[in-house]
């Protein structure tokens, strides 16, 4: 079992910048692939952006390509996402989540085994 508690979320003006951050405990960080989604209200939840376990490979989303980036530090064991040049259509809630048993450089965009509570983003125009 792991553990994902993000934090970071918050009220911001478009053009604005957030840095969200996912802590785990219960497991190292370094087995799983790790990623971030977000859920808007009356919308599916949907896949934001990708890590593979060593962080040498990422992926994303093309409605955030160029503005979002993923990072992990495993020695942490925590996972971050850096949100540039926010949008109104950003404002959801975030999720971290980590998927298990994963070849070390897959970037997983489904799957995921674990997920956090979520943390608020809100992009005002």
């Known amino acids: 079992q792991v553990r994902l508690v993000e934090s970071g979320g918050g009220l911001v003006q478009a053009g604005g910048s957030l840095r969200l951050s996912c802590a785990a405990s219960?497991?190292?960080?370094?087995?799983?692939?790790m990623g971030w989604f977000r859920q808007a209200p009356g919308k599916e939840r949907e896949f934001v952006a990708g890590?593979?376990?060593?962080?040498?490979?990422?992926a994303y989303a093309d409605s955030v390509k160029e503005r979002f980036t993923i990072s992990r530090d495993n020695a942490k064991n925590t996972v971050s996402l850096q949100m540039n040049s926010l949008k109104p259509e950003d404002t959801a809630a975030y999720y971290c989540?980590?998927?298990?048993?994963?070849?070390?450089?897959?970037?997983?965009?489904?799957?995921?085994?674990?997920w956090g509570q979520g943390t608020q983003v809100t992009v005002s125009s």
């Open positions: 219960g497991r190292t960080l370094s087995s799983f692939a």
């Open positions: 890590i593979a376990r060593t962080g040498g490979s990422t």
């Open positions: 989540a980590a998927r298990q048993y994963v070849y070390i450089n897959l970037v997983a965009r489904t799957g995921y085994d674990y």
